[in-house]
C-alpha cells in the first residue's frame, strides 16, 4: 500500500495561486509516477499533471499547461502542484494518484492505471 496525503487547499480569489503537496508513505519503492486529478461537482474527474517518481519526467493536461507546475522533492517523497492565474472554473477537489511500477513505467493521464489515491483537497476559486 501506498497511502498519499494532499494538503494546500483552499479558498483563493480569481487569479491568485495555491501550492497543492502530495506526500506518499507505504511502499514508495512500487511507485512509478505520482498525478494530480481534479473532479468538480456534476463532473467526471479529470486528469492535470503527472511527474515520475525520479522527478525527472513529466505530462500535462493541454489545459492545464502555462498555468500548472508539478514537482517533486525525492527527499521527501511529495509531488507538488503550484497553480498560478486561479480561475472559478479550476474549482474542484483535487486528488493525488500513484502509478505502481508493475502496471507499466509509463506517464499516463488514464485514471485507471492509477492504483493508489488521496482522499483529496479542496480548492475553491471564488470570483
Known amino acids: 500500500q501506498v497511502p498519499l496525503v494532499e494538503s494546500g487547499g483552499g479558498l483563493v480569489q480569481a487569479g491568485g495561486s495555491l501550492r497543492l503537496s502530495c506526500a506518499a508513505t507505504?511502499?514508495?519503492?512500487?511507485?512509478?509516477?505520482l498525478g494530480w486529478f481534479r473532479q468538480a461537482p456534476g463532473k467526471e474527474r479529470e486528469f492535470v499533471a503527472v511527474?515520475?517518481?525520479?522527478?525527472?519526467?513529466?505530462l500535462y493536461a493541454d489545459s492545464m499547461k502555462g498555468r500548472f507546475t508539478i514537482s517533486k522533492d525525492n527527499a521527501k517523497n511529495t509531488a507538488y502542484l503550484q497553480m498560478n492565474s486561479l480561475k472559478p472554473e479550476d474549482t474542484a477537489v483535487y486528488y493525488c494518484?500513484?502509478?505502481?511500477?508493475?502496471?507499466?513505467?509509463?506517464?499516463?493521464?488514464?485514471?485507471?492505471?492509477?492504483?493508489?489515491w488521496g482522499q483529496g483537497t479542496q480548492v475553491t476559486v471564488s470570483s
Open positions: 507505504g511502499r514508495t519503492d512500487s511507485v512509478y509516477a
Open positions: 494518484a500513484a502509478t505502481d511500477r508493475a502496471r507499466g513505467r509509463i506517464l499516463t493521464a488514464d485514471k485507471a492505471r492509477y492504483g493508489y
Open positions: 511527474i515520475s517518481w525520479s522527478g525527472g519526467s513529466t
